[in-house]
């Protein structure tokens, strides 16, 4: 067995001679993927040290004497292991071996910078990451430094962090070897991770993560990437979650890794262009193929070239979990972030700040904290979840949690100043919700443990398949269907649920920023459980005698006869008596994109009558941020039938329509809908002729303008001859009751098959 080996003859079955990260660079290399210059110190090389320093009997003797359930004695014993490798020098020869290999990645005596990686023999393994457990050095440019930095890699395979993870997962401590790859250093402009599945939900989609300098921020949690979602099978950016950077790693004069402010305009600007987004992604997609299995990849740019410098196999994909107790959704929201790893877990908050003992986290405790480290495994082992300011899909925290099957939110910004030590709070790590106290009363799987749910079988098809859905307690639990999205979402319910108090009356007491909040709160919670999936929320679109009947009401709601045709929708909006309550709901709809992240949320205009209407509540929008783009987009809900006779000119207000047909059929057929008069004498009938013309007529115009329609009212729910209409006509997408979605797609499914045969005869046929 040779003792350095160029990183070209390794392959991925080399794993016990040079560990998970260098065999996977091997591998990598050889397929013809992007891989900076490496070779790699094998185990021999690591053996021939012990055994010429003579250190392995104390090793074994500080390991055995130590206390198993004190933090503390863990760390002395791991500072008194790593001393026996600094005490002794590397033998000569083997130096020299050293140096001659590095000669080799900077030809023609030119100068340059090493990346210095530990790579264990139990690392990168299928069943288990070692994530940030040993460790790295960047920008390493002498030989003296690199000699250095290859003893303290050797001592790294015993850091506190490093022994606890390897007890945890049942590895002997002389079992697991130590390798060290010597890579060229890419001084990288963008850097990030990709996961070739959705970690959080096994959904077949590449999840890119990006931030600006070098990976090691993104890697360890530092800082919250920015997420893009792409569609593995046609290669598009189906979503884009852009954070704010404040700061970077990057090379200094003198070859260390430093700091660097990033300029104010550049701070919320996208990571990387939409090229290189699909040219990372594209390259993650071929690693998965090569492997035949899901990869978690590390990569950068530098000088507009993608490398490569880490891929190894997805250790733990999560599967949607069981949501909070029925309790969890009357309970207050103290912080959100990104749910990270799923679950749900009640307990004690424990703050911990770099420098404290490990030793305060306890068994059963909520660990909260800017950001994890590898050296805190031993405390997130004893947490039922944790909580963090920082991170992203694929930051230590949320690979770790993952693995320990704890729940995990990251990206927080300020859960360390609200949550405070001594609190009980609830961590639901699916939503990326925490509440205040015990929300998981008479629940037996108190804790950690998740739940896997897995759905029925269903067809797959062209038609978008989305889900109506009014309480945000039922998010987690409706988010578990095979469906593309939220059709509706009803912000009114908001008002009854989370607010209980008419709005104009909120305002009036001066509670504005409240009432802004509080809609947040529920739309995030919604927004999260479905992300990256859109939700397409409709604002508010009581009627006078349902606002009347709120608290406060009376004072703001004239008598109206009937209030179904009345003072409702984007006539209120555009109302001097009603513009500041809805003023509120756009700056909750800004809040839930900007601040929390939450891109996916996109918008619908109930009962839009007018063009001066769809105008003026632009203008609104604008006024506070709110502005049509490819990830906000605009629905119109198409409900009166002037909608229907100008669509052409509404077409060029909105992104997409979605047909109310509860309303259409109400007002095509002259018949209230409440009626149950007119209900038994079957005037009111979404399949009558006259509303299938008008809904036909719409499609048709939409589709000529280059715009959408779907349809979220009851009527595909219940008629499944309906639906099949609806399909012959080529509508977009179809929004459901969640207990109707999974027989319709079977509906929606067979329908297709008949109009891709009736156009494949009509075509015989001439």
Not at 7 to 17: C, Q, S
Not at 572 to 588: P, T
Not at 608 to 613: A, D, M
Request: hydrophobic share 40%; proline share 4%; charged share 25%.
């Amino acid at each position: 067995m040779k003792r350095i080996a160029n990183v070209n003859e390794l392959r991925v079955n080399d794993i016990p001679y040079v560990g998970g990260k260098g065999a996977n660079l091997g591998e990598l290399t050889a397929a013809g993927f992007p891989v900076p210059d490496a070779f790699v110190l094998t185990t021999a090389a690591y053996d021939y040290f012990l055994e010429k320093s003579k250190i392995t009997p104390k090793i074994k003797k500080e390991l055995s004497t130590r206390k198993k359930d004190s933090d503390q004695s863990l760390t002395d014993a791991s500072v008194k292991v790593r001393a026996l490798f600094e005490q002794n020098e590397i033998p000569t020869d083997l130096k020299k071996e050293i140096l001659e290999a590095y000669r080799t990645l900077f030809p023609e005596g030119k100068k340059g910078f090493v990346a210095v990686r530990s790579s264990a023999t139990a690392e990168d393994l299928p069943d288990a990451s070692f994530a940030g457990q040993q460790e790295t050095f960047l920008n390493v440019s002498t030989p003296e430094d690199l000699l250095d930095k290859v003893r303290k890699c050797w001592s790294s395979l015993f850091t506190a962090r490093a022994i606890s993870y390897r007890e945890k997962q049942g590895f002997e401590h002389d079992s697991v070897k130590l390798a060290v790859v010597v890579q060229r250093m890419v001084n990288s402009e963008m850097s990030g991770i990709m996961f070739t599945v959705d970690p959080h939900s096994g959904k077949d989609e590449i999840i890119v993560e990006a931030g600006f300098g070098l990976g090691e921020a993104i890697v360890g949690g530092e800082v919250t990437p920015d997420t893009y979602v792409i569609n593995k099978r046609i290669m598009e950016i189906n979503k884009k979650r852009i954070a704010a950077q404040k700061w970077k790693y990057i090379k200094g004069a003198d070859g260390s890794t430093i700091k660097a402010d990033i300029p104010k305009e550049s701070q919320k600007a996208q990571k990387i262009e939409d090229k290189f987004i699909i040219e990372v992604a594209s390259i993650g997609r071929q690693i998965e193929i090569h492997y035949e299995r899901p990869m978690d990849v590390e990569w950068c740019i530098e000088n507009s070239k993608v490398y490569i410098v880490q891929a190894r196999p997805i250790t733990a994909v999560g599967e949607s979990a069981a949501g909070t107790s029925g309790e969890a959704a009357n309970a207050e929201v103290l912080a959100t972030g990104l749910g990270a790893s799923p679950g749900v877990a009640a307990g004690t908050v424990k703050f911990y700040d770099e420098g404290m003992s490990l030793d305060i986290i306890k068994k059963g405790d909520i660990l909260v904290t800017t950001m994890t480290m590898p050296d805190m495994v031993p405390a997130m082992s004893r947490a039922v979840a944790i909580v963090t300011d920082e991170g992203g899909m694929t930051c230590h925290a949320a690979i770790i949690s993952r693995e320990l099957g704890i729940p995990c939110i990251v990206g927080t910004g300020d859960g360390t100043n609200i949550l405070r030590d001594g609190m009980v709070v609830t961590v639901d790590g699916s939503s990326g919700t925490v509440y205040d106290g015990d929300s998981i009363k008479n629940n037996e799987r108190k804790g950690t443990e998740p739940v896997t749910i897995t759905a029925p079988s269903v067809p797959v098809t062209g038609t978008k398949v989305f889900v109506n859905l009014s309480m945000p307690n039922k998010a987690e639990e409706v988010a578990k269907l095979p469906v593309s999205g939220v059709g509706l979402m009803r912000i009114e319910f908001l008002f009854t649920s989370y607010v209980g108090e008419h709005p104009l009356h909120v305002i009036a007491e001066g509670r504005s920023e409240d009432l802004v909040n509080k809609l947040a709160e529920g739309i995030g919670i919604v927004a999260r459980a479905f992300y990256p999936r859109p939700v397409i929320l409709r604002t508010s679109d009581f009627k006078t005698n349902e606002y009347r009947d709120m608290k406060g009401g009376i004072d703001y709601e004239p008598m109206e006869s009937n209030p179904m045709i009345g003072w409702r929708g984007c006539s209120r909006y555009v109302s001097d008596k009603y513009r500041e309550a809805f003023m509120c709901e756009l700056r909750a709809i800004k809040k839930v994109r900007n601040e929390m992240g939450l891109k996916n949320l996109w918008m619908m205009l109930p009962f839009v009558r007018t063009i001066e209407e769809a105008e003026d509540i632009a203008e609104m929008m604008r006024s506070v941020g709110l502005k049509r783009s490819r990830d906000f987009k605009l629905y119109f809900m198409a409900e009166v039938p002037v909608n229907i006779f100008m669509a052409d000119q509404f077409c060029q207000h909105c992104d997409a329509f979605s047909i109310g047909s509860n309303d259409l059929t109400q007002l095509i057929m002259g018949a209230d809908r409440d009626s149950d008069i007119l209900g038994r004498m079957g005037y009111f009938d979404e399949r009558n002729d006259g509303v299938k013309r008008a809904i036909s007529h719409l499609i048709k115009v939409a589709h000529e303008h280059g715009k959408e329609v779907c349809i979220c009212g009851q009527a595909p729910s219940v008629y499944p001859e309906f639906t099949e209409f609806l399909v012959q006509e080529g509508i977009d997408g179809i929004s459901l009751n969640p207990d109707t979605v999974i027989k319709t797609k079977s509906v929606i499914a067979s329908a297709e098959q008949r109009v891709l045969l009736q156009g494949i005869r009509g075509r015989r046929t001439q």
